[in-house]
């Protein structure tokens, strides 16, 4: 089962949408279910996807090092992919994470998935529920 927020949600669809008829890559984090302000009817602990890293920060870093040093190590769990004219499902190409969420168009809540890192079809539950709000 892999959890996820409405409102990550429906940014990733909009990301999408916008991008096509590209692709787009975009990591994904969670906070555990104790931490969210909503009805979440999970044990404290478990893991819910909640934020993401900008698919465009430090684009100008990779090109010239190769690294990506936008997105702290260890810190996503996840993968998002949108497959503007393919299956929904995860494919060869892909970057491959624990959980990958993959959407096709019409970038709708009946078009996007998740998938384990082998490509097997996982649940999705998607919640209203909201991470606490963060300073910078």
Do not use: C
Request: net charge negative; aromatic share 8%; proline share 10%.
């Amino acid at each position: 089962m892999v959890y996820a927020t409405r409102g990550l949600v429906e940014a990733l669809l909009e990301f999408a949408a916008k991008a096509e008829p590209e692709k787009v890559t975009i990591s994904l984090s969670v906070t555990p279910a104790g931490e969210l302000h909503g009805d979440v009817d999970l044990p404290p602990e478990t893991p819910v996807f909640t934020h993401f890293y900008p698919p465009d920060a430090g684009q100008s870093v990779r090109a010239v090092f190769g690294v990506d040093l936008s997105i702290p190590a260890g810190q996503t769990q996840g993968r998002f992919v949108s497959h503007p004219q393919g299956a929904l499902a995860v494919s060869r190409t892909d970057d491959l994470h624990e959980a990958v969420l993959v959407a096709v168009p019409p970038w709708d809540d009946d078009s996007i998935a998740a998938f384990n890192r082998s490509g097997r079809r996982q649940s999705l539950d998607v919640f209203d529920a909201e991470p606490p709000q963060e300073l910078l």
